[in-house]
């Protein structure tokens, strides 16, 4: 665990203490004489901010409970699914919820694993320990345009968004939390006399929410194949090992270096640099709001995110997301335009070599490439390797190399056991 996690740490505990001692506050000034009175195993906590162990599990109730949202159908699991990396349950490309739960989003749902470190969002990012090192450009915050700084900030959207829980305002998500199953470990954590606060319950319920998104062994567990060959633990095969030298390789995949996949300073790699980049994905057209044809979501420069709006040399880009666990998607990139990860890698290979298998064609016949991008925003799109191909080209790797990549992928998926096969038994409980 690095210093950045350390500070991350320090936050939310100084967070905490500041709800704690406001809720304190408030029951000393305001409803003393009603609710502190009653409740004197309230009076031993003034002061004492909760427990990680038990924010923990106050946040888990908070993010699987369905009673939260307008519909009463709607929990963050139900887009963010455990069984699926907390990414989304099915292919879709957008999830339908909202007051009626039948309200399409306009993006895929993100992975919200192993985002633990990503940075707030900067549009000047460099190395935390280089002098003079290159501005690498934006980077981090969370959403695919960056436009919320942290898990936090983040947990705000989704419970009043009309398309995913659909609160009308904060009193309303209030108000559904107080008469939650998790509202007497609200109470337990933040003093009996919460709900009269509504400023401190609102920043009690998303401190929860952050912090068991902080939970390592839900969302960061390091288990996968590779963690454990990065361990000593355990040995790629063959296959995987062809598959991880071409995705390192700057003149085959090149997934490295927007997917980093070495060690940093003793930390695991996330398979992100947590950057911004257009890679002209095709238009979906099963996301409804995709049916006008001046719709377009351009990522950092909008319509999402409002502040951006102006850089025109943003538009278009997303942020990069991690691969751990990727192989059990079942929907990929943000507007989800391919449901298979060999299609991807086809995508990665050959956008500029054989632009018609991605893109429609206009009127006249002609490939209509980058179709979910206004011309003018095109020279924005990446042609770093692999996407450095003429058309007709060579593609920059063959469909068997695909294979592999996809193979070492695979190996970036958690809970890996090792098989029994001699001398590998080590971390099997026999
Ligand atoms: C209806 C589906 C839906 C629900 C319900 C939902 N989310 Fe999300 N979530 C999304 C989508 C879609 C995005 C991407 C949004 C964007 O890029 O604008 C997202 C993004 C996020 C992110 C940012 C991830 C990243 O890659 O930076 C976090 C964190 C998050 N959601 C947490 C939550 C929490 C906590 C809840 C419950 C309070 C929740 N979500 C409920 C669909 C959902
Ligand atoms: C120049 C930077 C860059 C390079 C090189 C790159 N990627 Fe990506 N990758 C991205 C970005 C940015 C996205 C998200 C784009 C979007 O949704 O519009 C992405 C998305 C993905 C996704 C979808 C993940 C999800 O959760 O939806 C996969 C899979 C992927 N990349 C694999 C690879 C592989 C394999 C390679 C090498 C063959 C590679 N990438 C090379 C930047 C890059």
Not at 260 to 270: E, H, I, L
Request: glycine residues 8%; contains cysteine; aromatic residues 10%.
């Amino acid at each position: 665990m690095g210093t950045q996690q350390h500070t991350r740490w320090a936050t939310i505990v100084n967070f905490a203490l500041a709800v704690a001692a406001a809720s304190a506050a408030l029951c000393l000034l305001v409803i003393a004489p009603v609710a502190c009175h009653t409740a004197p195993a309230n009076a031993k906590r003034i002061g004492q901010p909760p427990s990680a162990q038990a924010l923990t599990a106050l946040g888990r109730a908070i993010f699987f409970d369905s009673t939260l949202s307008a519909s009463g159908r709607t929990s963050c699991a139900s887009c963010h699914d455990p069984r699926h990396d907390w990414g989304p349950p099915n292919a879709r490309p957008v999830q339908l919820a909202g007051r009626a739960g039948a309200t399409p989003g306009v993006r895929a749902v993100p992975s919200l694993a192993y985002a633990q470190d990503t940075p707030p969002f900067t549009e000047h990012f460099r190395e935390p320990d280089g002098n003079d090192s290159d501005d690498q450009g934006p980077t981090g915050g969370r959403t695919w345009d960056g436009r919320a700084s942290t898990a936090h900030e983040q947990a705000e959207l989704p419970l009043l968004s009309p398309f995913e829980m659909a609160n009308s305002d904060r009193g309303a998500v209030l108000a559904r939390l107080r008469a939650s199953p998790a509202a007497p470990a609200f109470r337990a954590a933040f003093g009996a006399g919460i709900f009269a606060d509504s400023i401190a319950a609102w920043k009690g319920l998303l401190l929860a929410l952050e912090v068991f998104q902080e939970s390592p062994v839900d969302f960061y567990p390091y288990t996968s194949k590779y963690d454990a060959v990065l361990r000593g633990q355990a040995e790629l095969n063959a296959r995987e090992r062809r598959g991880l030298a071409l995705f390192n390789d700057a003149k085959k995949g090149n997934c490295a270096q927007c997917h980093p996949s070495a060690m940093v300073r003793g930390a695991f790699p996330q398979f992100t640099d947590r950057g911004f980049i257009a890679l002209g994905v095709p238009r979906n057209p099963n996301i409804p709001a995709n049916a006008n044809a001046s719709y377009f979501d351009l990522g950092l420069c909008g319509p999402l995110r409002g502040d951006l709006a102006a850089h025109r040399e943003y538009c278009g880009l997303f942020k990069t997301p991690s691969l751990r666990n990727v192989s059990r998607r079942s929907v990929f990139f943000h507007n989800g335009a391919f449901t298979r990860l060999e299609d991807v890698l086809r995508f990665y290979a050959q956008r500029d070599v054989r632009p018609e298998g991605f893109y429609p064609l206009d009127n006249a016949g002609r490939v209509n490439k980058f179709d979910d991008l206004p011309p003018a925003y095109w020279p924005n799109v990446t042609v770093d390797p692999p996407f450095d191909r003429r058309r007709n080209g060579e593609p920059a790797f063959s469909d068997a190399e695909a294979a592999d990549i996809i193979a070492f992928l695979r190996t970036l998926d958690d809970g890996y056991r090792p098989v029994s096969t001699g001398g590998e038994q080590r971390s099997s409980p026999r």
